[in-house]
């Protein structure tokens, strides 16, 4: 009954995503009704600690709870990255950063070089632009016509501006901060030291693999070179405004406890915000300006409470639900039985993941349903849930960019006049290679048992 439950549930939750309902409505609502069937299976919701007295109502208990958990220490720290990416995104630095990295793009006449090149690039912009969609769209209008103009195919070039979110790059996103938190490490230790080189590797083993595959491709379709006309960056902020959208990886680098005093990453955005908004007054001396620029962060704090902090917490419902009917603990007793408990569990995570943001075409719905079951797991089988986490957190965005209903393919697709399947079978091999990489540099890099 627990297995059948939990399948149940899962199956549901990827049809309503994938039927275009809210992903944060959807893991809610089926998450709640998995809690108030293990009431009627007789197990508990909540600890009689924390229990209201009515196993029904401890089912909205629990909610209760992971608000005040997660709109707090996690949540905030999410909302405060996330209204610093809207900063830089109102101030133009963001637009300074991919303008800069576009420039050198110019000068390469080798059209598979410039593609590596530009994908290699692209992932750099990945810094200052974390959303998927948003990046790709502006790959698209700017890299995708040089990139056609020298020789690349519509396939190959809209392949490279799909690819460079399927691996989380900056040690200091939302979702790397999350997946920190789930393993229990320091961020600099997991982001770092355990995160950054497989993440590195694995973006060197999928430009290897867009090399051959786009070429392949070319070759096979006969492909006939075009030009098109490259959309020009427009803004106005100098250009020592790109070293911006970084200052919160170096401030983390900087104020860890050896160089300069420790300090929390929330009070090191803090002191980025604090620094930016000076050096906006210094240009303008307007501090009406100024002030009105710094709303953009407390918008975008607001936005993330609705989109992620809200994801996160039906995400929490649903996975304590599968945790309370039992579908975890059965999960659990299958893969041990099979011997190599370990690496089965972490494959088998990493392909659930992959497989469910294919479906959905999202990369935080998976990843935020099935993080929180991490801790468990870890605890009862004597794993590293840093083992664990790293593959699940690369195979969401993996499997996002495998998507034809991800955002991030459809914009590409449309803006390329190609379709979603063309561009999935181009991102196709490079993304599998990409996704065996980071499972191989896990095994080898990131130690299973707990540290």
């Given at each position: 009954?627990?297995?059948?439950?939990?399948?149940?549930?899962?199956?549901?939750?990827?049809?309503?995503?994938?039927?275009?309902?809210?992903?944060?409505?959807?893991?809610?609502?089926?998450g709640m009704l998995l809690l108030l069937a293990s009431v009627l299976?007789?197990?508990?919701?909540?600890?009689?600690?924390?229990?209201?007295?009515?196993?029904?109502?401890?089912?909205?208990?629990?909610?209760?709870?992971?608000?005040?958990?997660?709109?707090?220490?996690?949540?905030?720290?999410?909302?405060?990255?996330?209204?610093?990416?809207?900063?830089?995104?109102?101030?133009?630095?963001?637009?300074?950063?991919?303008?800069?990295?576009?420039?050198?793009?110019?000068?390469?006449?080798?059209?598979?070089?410039?593609?590596?090149?530009?994908?290699?690039?692209?992932?750099?912009?990945?810094?200052?632009?974390?959303?998927?969609?948003?990046?790709?769209?502006?790959?698209?209008?700017?890299?995708?016509?040089?990139?056609?103009?020298?020789?690349?195919?519509?396939?190959?070039?809209?392949?490279?501006?799909?690819?460079?979110?399927?691996?989380?790059?900056?040690?200091?996103?939302?979702?790397?901060?999350?997946?920190?938190?789930?393993?229990?490490?320091?961020?600099?230790?997991?982001?770092?030291?355990?995160?950054?080189?497989?993440?590195?590797?694995?973006?060197?083993?999928?430009?290897?693999?867009?090399?051959?595959?786009?070429?392949?491709?070319?070759?096979?379709?006969?492909?006939?070179?075009?030009?098109?006309?490259?959309?020009?960056?427009?803004?106005?902020?100098?250009?020592?405004?790109?070293?911006?959208?970084?200052?919160?990886?170096?401030?983390?680098?900087?104020?860890?406890?050896?160089?300069?005093?420790?300090?929390?990453?929330?009070?090191?955005?803090?002191?980025?915000?604090?620094?930016?908004?000076?050096?906006?007054?210094?240009?303008?001396?307007?501090?009406?300006?100024?002030?009105?620029?710094?709303?953009?962060?407390?918008?975008?704090?607001?936005?993330?409470?609705?989109?992620?902090?809200?994801?996160?917490?039906?995400?929490?419902?649903?996975?304590?639900?599968?945790?309370?009917?039992?579908?975890?603990?059965?999960?659990?007793?299958?893969?041990?039985?099979?011997?190599?408990?370990?690496?089965?569990?972490?494959?088998?995570?990493?392909?659930?993941?992959?497989?469910?943001?294919?479906?959905?075409?999202?990369?935080?719905?998976?990843?935020?349903?099935?993080?929180?079951?991490?801790?468990?797991?870890?605890?009862?089988?004597?794993?590293?849930?840093?083992?664990?986490?790293?593959?699940?957190?690369?195979?969401?965005?993996?499997?996002?960019?495998?998507?034809?209903?991800?955002?991030?393919?459809?914009?590409?697709?449309?803006?390329?006049?190609?379709?979603?399947?063309?561009?999935?079978?181009?991102?196709?091999?490079?993304?599998?290679?990409?996704?065996?990489?980071?499972?191989?540099?896990?095994?080898?890099?990131?130690?299973?048992?707990?540290?």
């Amino acid at each position: 009954m627990d297995v059948l439950l939990g399948v149940l549930a899962i199956v549901a939750v990827s049809y309503y995503i994938v039927k275009g309902y809210s992903a944060t409505g959807v893991l809610l609502s089926i998450g709640m009704l998995l809690l108030l069937a293990s009431v009627l299976l007789g197990k508990p919701v909540l600890p009689e600690a924390k229990s209201t007295g009515s196993a029904v109502l401890n089912v909205v208990e629990y909610v209760k709870e992971l608000l005040l958990n997660r709109g707090g220490g996690l949540g905030m720290l999410i909302m405060v990255l996330c209204g610093f990416a809207a900063y830089m995104s109102h101030l133009g630095a963001n637009d300074m950063v991919v303008k800069l990295a576009a420039h050198p793009l110019k000068y390469i006449n080798s059209p598979y070089l410039l593609m590596v090149v530009a994908y290699f690039l692209a992932c750099l912009m990945s810094f200052a632009v974390p959303s998927a969609t948003g990046l790709g769209v502006l790959l698209m209008a700017t890299l995708f016509p040089v990139m056609v103009n020298v020789g690349i195919s519509r396939g190959a070039a809209a392949a490279i501006c799909v690819s460079p979110a399927a691996i989380i790059l900056s040690p200091t996103s939302g979702d790397v901060v999350l997946a920190a938190e789930t393993a229990k490490m320091p961020l600099t230790l997991f982001a770092f030291q355990l995160t950054l080189p497989i993440s590195i590797i694995s973006i060197v083993t999928i430009a290897i693999a867009h090399y051959f595959w786009q070429r392949f491709l070319d070759r096979r379709e006969g492909f006939v070179p075009e030009q098109l006309q490259a959309q020009e960056i427009k803004t106005k902020v100098p250009k020592f405004y790109a070293i911006l959208p970084f200052t919160p990886i170096i401030g983390v680098l900087v104020f860890d406890g050896v160089i300069a005093p420790k300090l929390h990453i929330i009070t090191v955005i803090i002191l980025c915000l604090m620094l930016t908004a000076a050096i906006d007054f210094c240009r303008s001396f307007d501090a009406k300006k100024m002030y009105a620029d710094s709303e953009m962060v407390y918008r975008g704090m607001a936005d993330a409470f609705s989109s992620v902090v809200m994801l996160l917490v039906a995400a929490g419902v649903f996975a304590h639900g599968l945790e309370t009917v039992g579908f975890i603990s059965s999960l659990i007793s299958s893969v041990q039985s099979l011997g190599s408990g370990g690496i089965i569990m972490m494959i088998a995570l990493a392909l659930i993941t992959a497989l469910a943001a294919i479906t959905t075409g999202s990369g935080n719905a998976p990843f935020y349903a099935f993080i929180t079951m991490i801790p468990k797991l870890a605890q009862d089988m004597g794993i590293n849930p840093a083992y664990l986490t790293i593959p699940m957190l690369q195979a969401s965005n993996l499997g996002r960019s495998l998507s034809p209903v991800s955002g991030v393919v459809v914009a590409v697709s449309g803006m390329g006049k190609l379709s979603p399947f063309d561009v999935v079978k181009r991102v196709s091999v490079p993304m599998i290679v990409g996704f065996l990489s980071v499972l191989i540099c896990t095994e080898i890099l990131v130690p299973s048992l707990p540290m």
